[in-house]
């Protein structure tokens, strides 16, 4: 029996259509993947494809940790469609998080948790350490985000230099440093302490207050404040 492309079915049952018609939030994660990938491959509707790419990752966390290359490894999936997926969650992501935490004045630690808690939604499904640095101005409010670098997280890679250098141009009062562990577990390694402190005593020298740092794990965090390593 020959399969009936989306472009034949009625026009109400067409996912984009549906979305026009009736809003984003009608669709399911099939749905809403099938108007990302807007065509199917060979054999295989949108939405099939769709329900397929899902089915081998089995989540959207999996589905947004996943690699160019290895999206492709999936029939029908090819560079064009691999980059339309992933530059949707990533759009998703950033949405989710970091209007949050913007304008949002931090007097405390559970003000810092409150903000950083947005951020999960970024580090979600990530494979490597990103470290992140939130500018804050004198009434203590968060006007811009920066990342300074990806990877594992050391000295070589996350030092003073390239982390002050935005806090000066931005004319930054304080700073928040945030990161993620990949493997959920936000308790701070030694070279995260040792960093830690050189980042505080140049900020020091700088006249910049670094207020805290909060590893995100899988759904917790640590604050080096709260935890007395500042």
Request: proline fraction near 3%; include cysteine.
């Amino acid at each position: 029996m020959k399969k009936v492309g989306i472009n034949h079915w009625p026009e109400d049952e067409r996912p984009r259509e549906r979305l026009i018609k009736e809003g984003e939030d009608h669709l399911s994660t099939a749905h809403l993947l099938a108007v990302v990938l807007r065509t199917g491959s060979a054999g295989k509707s949108a939405v099939e494809l769709a329900m397929e790419i899902l089915q081998h990752y089995g989540d959207l966390k999996a589905l947004a940790g996943a690699t160019i290359h290895e999206l492709c490894s999936i029939k029908g999936v090819g560079l064009a469609k691999a980059a339309q997926i992933k530059a949707s969650l990533e759009i998703g992501k950033r949405a989710a998080a970091f209007p949050l935490g913007k304008k949002r004045r931090i007097l405390s630690s559970r003000d810092v948790y409150d903000v950083s808690r947005h951020y999960i939604q970024y580090f979600h499904g990530l494979k490597k350490e990103v470290f992140r640095l939130l500018m804050l101005d004198g009434k203590n409010r968060i006007f811009a985000d920066y990342t300074v670098s990806e990877g594992c997280l050391t000295s070589s890679i996350v030092h003073p230099r390239e982390v002050y250098i935005q806090a000066i141009k931005n004319s930054a009062a304080s700073v928040i440093f945030l990161h993620n562990h990949p493997s959920g577990d936000p308790s701070p390694s030694p070279e995260d302490i040792e960093i830690t402190k050189r980042l505080v005593a140049a900020g020091d020298l700088l006249g910049i207050k670094v207020l805290d740092h909060v590893i995100l794990g899988d759904g917790g965090f640590l604050s080096f404040a709260d935890k007395g390593l500042l």
